[in-house]
């Protein structure tokens, strides 16, 4: 089994570890904030004290960090990830960022014979949990398969998407859609209450009919229980729908209802919800700021 060095802990990130570490791999790890790693530690992972450190044991590096910006400073430099890693190494980034960021780790990783995927996820924190993830993959098709025995511990549904960058490129149509949809989920919970409605009886209605969306059957019963806890933050979600336009924009194609989503998450992200789960939009509609 190889050794697979996880950097990133987060909502999403832990679980995912967790499920390697379960699986039987060996696995390294490290976070900025030890503490978040501590439950791993107890079950068996190792602890490294920088990316270098974690780059040169491993065998694969997975990535699961915030932002763009995050994943530069993790792979990039002297003490970066693409300088630390053996010859034949597999890297992983399963953080959602700019196609052409997965393009240029590509690149960069080739030059000195790393194989690099881009391997966004969806499904939030259920999914990490359960091992039932989407995963989207840029990369060679034959590193894809090299590591699919390691994503089939993470995910149920993984696609091989195309070349570097393809896989980025899929996460921005599975947020694209997720973005007007979570408005219609919300609009459609705020219509049932106003109109006396009981929301779970109405969820029970049409959650199996044509309005059907996985939103809907997973985050539609937290927003109407009041659970705002983060599977997907907010300001994570900001972040992919400005990467979503700003990809659309070059290909010169119009998204209004992306733009209007990305409007309406940005207004209760100013108004304290940047750290709450996407469902927190509910609020919005319910006059709960």
């Known amino acids: 089994?190889?050794?697979?060095?996880?950097?990133?802990?987060?909502?999403?990130?832990?679980?995912?570890?967790?499920?390697?570490?379960?699986?039987?791999?060996?696995l390294i790890v490290y976070t900025r904030t030890k503490e978040k790693a501590e439950e791993l530690?107890?079950?068996?992972?190792?602890?490294?004290e920088n990316v270098s450190a974690l780059a040169k044991e491993a065998d694969v590096v997975i990535t699961m960090v915030g932002y763009p910006k995050d994943v530069e400073e993790v792979y990039f430099g002297e003490n970066g990830v693409i300088e630390n890693v053996k010859e034949g190494t597999y890297l992983i980034d399963m953080t959602t960022s700019p196609p052409s960021l997965a393009e240029k780790i590509y690149e960069e990783a080739k030059k000195r014979s790393v194989f690099a995927l881009d391997?966004?996820?969806?499904?939030?924190?259920?999914?990490?949990k359960e091992g039932r993830l989407a995963i989207m993959v840029g990369g060679d098709e034959?590193?894809?398969?090299?590591?699919?025995?390691?994503?089939?511990?993470?995910?149920?549904?993984?696609?091989?998407?195309?070349?570097?960058?393809?896989?980025?490129?899929?996460k921005m149509c599975n947020q694209i859609a997720i973005a007007t949809n979570m408005i219609g989920v919300c609009e459609a919970l705020a219509y049932a209450k106003r109109s006396g409605l009981d929301p779970l009886k109405v969820l029970?209605?049409?959650?199996?009919?044509?309005?059907?969306?996985w939103s809907l059957s997973n985050l539609a019963p937290?927003?109407?229980?009041?659970?705002f806890a983060p599977g997907f933050y907010v300001k994570h979600f900001i972040k992919d729908m400005k990467i979503a336009l700003e990809?659309?924009?070059?290909?010169?194609?119009?998204?209004?209802?992306?733009?209007?989503?990305?409007?309406?998450?940005?207004?209760?992200?100013?108004?304290?919800?940047?750290?709450?789960?996407?469902?927190?939009?509910?609020?919005?509609?319910m006059n709960e700021f």
């Open 142 to 170: 034959a590193a894809f398969y090299a590591c699919k025995p390691i994503l089939e511990v993470l995910g149920t549904n993984i696609v091989f998407q195309g070349k570097a960058g393809a896989g980025q490129h899929t």
């Open 222 to 227: 937290r927003m109407i229980a009041g659970n």
């Open 247 to 285: 990809e659309a924009e070059r290909m010169n194609l119009s998204l209004p209802g992306l733009e209007l989503a990305k409007k309406m998450y940005e207004e209760i992200a100013v108004a304290g919800e940047e750290n709450s789960g996407t469902q927190a939009l509910y609020k919005r509609y």
């Open 204 to 213: 029970e209605s049409i959650s199996q009919g044509a309005a059907g969306s």
């Open 1 to 26: 089994m190889k050794t697979i060095g996880f950097i990133g802990l987060g909502v999403m990130g832990k679980s995912m570890a967790r499920n390697l570490l379960r699986a039987g791999y060996s």
């Open 119 to 128: 391997a966004p996820v969806s499904g939030g924190d259920i999914g990490a």
């Open 41 to 48: 530690l107890r079950e068996g992972a190792v602890w490294k």
